[in-house]
């Protein structure tokens, strides 16, 4: 059984610029949450694609946007990267969007924001 | 909103000294409240699902008890290798996790 695995490990950016991270879900899963950690802090969600809809969204602004495939592989995508961006983002893959099934968790990409 | 704090922030143990960790939780109609394991660099790694009051689940030192309010994380006779953070996470009404800030477990040889 394949894990979520995420790209690319690390990522450094400069202010303004637009970045895309990569997920591939666990096989067998069709949903995926997208979560910001910041140094310290626990996971916050910022959105969740099932079946390649967005159903649910965190208290993100709309510069933070996803997409997910056929294949329930997903992207986040962040425009105009702001300093306070700087943070991991992990992925995480679950069965059905709406069950209490676990999320089970990627890595994580660490992005820097200079 | 949901609210979920963890104490304490973090616990050094001398290994095989059993301790217990607290998370406590506001939320309006708990789907079920789950515990993570995060090592340094990686991402967190499923450890428990409670449902209901009274529930109690384990996992070698590990056992995890769920009330109304809060669950708790025991950890029995630790060893080295269960230095880690410990997430806590509630799901209610709805479709995501909402995670506390983490206990970090040290465990001293």
């Known amino acids: 059984e394949t894990g979520v695995t995420q790209s690319p490990t690390h990522l450094i950016k400069t202010r303004g610029q637009q970045v895309t991270l990569r997920c591939s879900s666990q096989s067998g899963h069709n949903t995926v949450s997208w979560y910001q950690q910041a140094l310290g802090q626990g996971p916050q969600f910022i959105f969740q694609y099932y079946r390649e809809e967005e159903n649910g969204r965190g208290n993100f602004p709309p510069r933070f946007s996803g997409l997910q495939f056929p294949n329930y592989s997903s992207e986040l995508n962040v425009n105009a990267l702001e300093l306070d961006d700087s943070a991991l983002y992990l992925c995480?893959?679950?069965?059905?969007?709406?069950?209490?099934?676990?999320?089970?968790f990627g890595d994580g990409t660490r992005l820097s924001i200079l | 909103e949901d609210q979920v704090t963890q104490s304490p922030e973090a616990l050094r143990l001398q290994e095989g000294e059993s301790s217990s960790l607290n998370c406590s939780y506001t939320v309006s109609g708990l789907r079920g409240l789950f515990w993570y394991r995060q090592d340094p660099g990686k991402g967190p790694e499923f450890l428990f699902t409670?449902?209901?009051a009274g529930e109690e689940k384990e996992k070698e030192r590990l056992k995890a008890t769920l009330t109304k309010k809060e669950s708790f994380l025991h950890i029995t006779a630790p060893k080295p290798e269960d230095s880690a953070t410990y997430l806590c996470?509630?799901?209610?009404?709805?479709?995501?996790?909402?995670f506390g800030a983490g206990t970090t477990v040290t465990v001293r040889a």
């Open positions: 995480a893959s679950s069965l059905g969007g709406g069950s209490n099934q676990p999320q089970h």
């Open positions: 996470a509630v799901r209610a009404n709805d479709y995501k996790l909402s």
């Open positions: 409670l449902y209901s």
